[in-house]
């Protein structure tokens, strides 16, 4: 079967700097991996490069078989994206964004769409309310119905729960797991979040300096690391210990 | 769907169609914005309308010239208006970081911009429909009144602005916010160049060549003509015809290798400084 998402010795260069150094990965078809690392390890680069953001110094990036950004077009409508860094229009209400971006999408019988991911995610009582005038926890429910509007194949998040409270980044994570069930969508996840990735992911790509320092499901990285949670195994990853380990053996 | 062609030059009317929505929405939201669009012209047209009267009373070739300033600050509204409502509009996504979700959409970039010239025109109906039917009212001047030649000097000047705004929209993709003083005041780089005011003779002669080389420039000499010699030169809207041609060709051509080069920066999904 084709992946989902096939990144081959991928490389992005700014200047000086190689924000993303030959990595390679292949997700499966309704996958959901998590992107780890550290600020500056290249997690947001991948991202962009494989929504077709930001051109590939080197390597290449697929997405459904279409090479980004060269063929984006053949595969844009198919996929969405979420972000804290990236707004909606806030003067806006709830289903004016929608229904643009539904539109965008050429989703079909939208308002039937809006009504139905509106109550998923309950945001029925916001529709007519201007985006900019919710809290940050309906913003970020906004921002996940504009993403989720076009029932994506392939959804891409960054941080989804940034800047979230425990009880509502809970909820929407409990969310994304009902939609990825429900659809066979394939997500790929980039999160500082370690519960978060333990919860949600069957597969773990650990980067630091933008390159991958591993690559595993979450149960054999606790236990080829001996540690108790994924965040003692980032901390390892991300201080080096896991290299001594490999070292010392 | 409808999509006129596939592949990466595909148009679909429907996506221009909710671009163009999402800024009416816009427009809806906010008074102020709308008052804006009004608010500048109409100060022009006072300024330079009771300027015309004064001087007009007092000096026979004026007297002849009656409307030429008032045409020639209507007409000067239609090419810098148009430029800012293009510009505006797109502003508008970086400032309200939204740049990233319509950059990974199916938008395609031709159809982004078919959106922003449409906006740039209801912009200018909103500001300049009012404003030519005050002229009328208050200084008895009727832009309608130049019929077909009001069509082909709009359509000149319409076609410049929107190369200025492709352009300007371009450098700011690349460039991100930093640059957005270019779309306040690039346009103003044309104002003396183009003889607005005054008739190009005016200008020194190596002056002129870089005068005629821009489109306004025939616009402007074509309105003289008509309010003080009351003759249509066809011949001067030809050529800022097959000039804008040019310059709309070599816009739209610098949009996409400057969205090409943004895309190599990794600029896209930062729309700030």
Redesign the interface.
């Known amino acids: 079967m084709e992946p989902a998402i096939a990144v081959d010795q991928l490389v992005?260069v700014?200047g000086a700097t190689r924000?993303v150094d030959g990595i390679s990965f292949a997700l499966a078809p309704g996958s959901m991996t998590g992107l780890l690392g550290g600020n500056g390890a290249g997690k947001?680069?991948t991202i962009?490069m494989i929504?077709?953001?930001?051109?590939p110094t080197s390597g290449s990036a697929k997405v459904l078989g279409a090479e980004m950004?060269r063929q984006r077009?053949r595969v844009?409508?198919r996929?969405?994206?979420e972000?804290p860094?990236?707004?909606?229009?806030?003067?806006?209400?709830v289903r004016?964004n929608l229904?643009?971006?539904g539109?965008?999408?050429?989703v079909a019988d939208l308002g039937a769409r809006i009504a139905d991911i509106a109550e998923q995610l309950e945001l029925t009582e916001f529709l007519d309310r201007?985006t900019g005038k919710l809290s940050a926890g309906q913003k970020t429910r906004v921002a996940l119905a504009?993403a989720l509007i076009n029932r994506p194949d392939v959804l891409l998040l960054d941080e989804p729960t940034a800047s979230l409270d425990p009880d509502t980044a809970d909820w929407v994570r409990a969310r994304l797991e009902g939609f990825r069930k429900a659809q066979g969508a394939t997500v790929l996840l980039a999160s500082h979040n370690m519960a978060e990735v333990e919860r949600l992911c069957e597969r773990v790509i650990m980067m630091k300096r933008g390159r991958i320092e591993d690559d595993d499901t979450p149960q054999r990285l606790l236990t080829r690391y001996g540690r108790q949670t994924l965040e003692e195994v980032f901390l390892d990853v991300a201080r080096g210990r896991g290299e001594a380990r490999e070292a010392a053996q | 769907?409808s999509a006129f062609a596939a592949?990466?030059i595909?148009f679909?009317p429907?996506?221009v169609?909710?671009?163009v929505?999402?800024y009416l929405?816009?427009l809806r939201?906010?008074w102020p914005r709308v008052l804006e669009l009004i608010y500048w012209p109409t100060m022009q047209l006072f300024v330079w309308g009771f300027l015309q009267l004064y001087i007009s009373q007092n000096a026979g070739f004026f007297a002849r010239a009656g409307g030429m300033f008032i045409g020639a600050v209507l007409l000067w509204d239609i090419l810098f208006r148009g430029q800012l409502g293009f510009s505006v509009s797109f502003l508008?996504e970086m400032w309200?970081?939204?740049?990233?979700?319509?950059?990974?959409?199916?938008?395609?970039p031709i159809e982004f911009v078919a959106a922003l010239m449409i906006m740039s025109i209801v912009r200018l109906a909103i500001g300049m429909v009012p404003v030519s039917l005050m002229a009328i009212t208050m200084f008895g001047f009727n832009i309608y009144g130049m019929g077909f030649a009001l069509a082909a000097f709009f359509a000149n000047l319409i076609l410049t602005s929107w190369s200025v705004g492709i352009v300007v929209s371009g450098v700011l993709l690349r460039n991100g916010m930093g640059a957005e003083s270019l779309a306040w005041t690039l346009m103003f780089v044309l104002m003396p160049l183009t003889c607005v005011y005054y008739p190009v003779a005016t200008l020194p002669p190596w002056l002129q060549f870089v005068s005629w080389a821009l489109p306004p420039t025939y616009v402007f000499e074509g309105m003289r003509a008509l309010v003080m010699d009351h003759v249509f030169r066809a011949d001067l809207m030809a050529q800022a015809l097959g000039l804008n041609a040019l310059y709309f060709a070599a816009a739209a051509v610098a949009f996409l290798q400057l969205l090409?080069s943004a895309?190599?920066?990794?600029s896209?999904?930062q729309s700030g400084e």
């Open positions: 992005k700014y924000a947001t680069t962009a929504l077709g953001l930001v051109t950004p077009y844009l409508h996929m969405n994206f972000s860094y990236i707004d909606m229009p806030h003067r806006l209400t004016q229904k643009v971006f539109k965008l999408y050429a201007p504009k | 769907m592949g990466p595909a679909a429907h996506r169609a909710a671009m929505l999402r929405y816009l939201s906010s508008e309200a970081r939204n740049l990233g979700n319509l950059m990974i959409s199916p938008l395609r090409k895309r190599r920066q990794g896209l999904l």
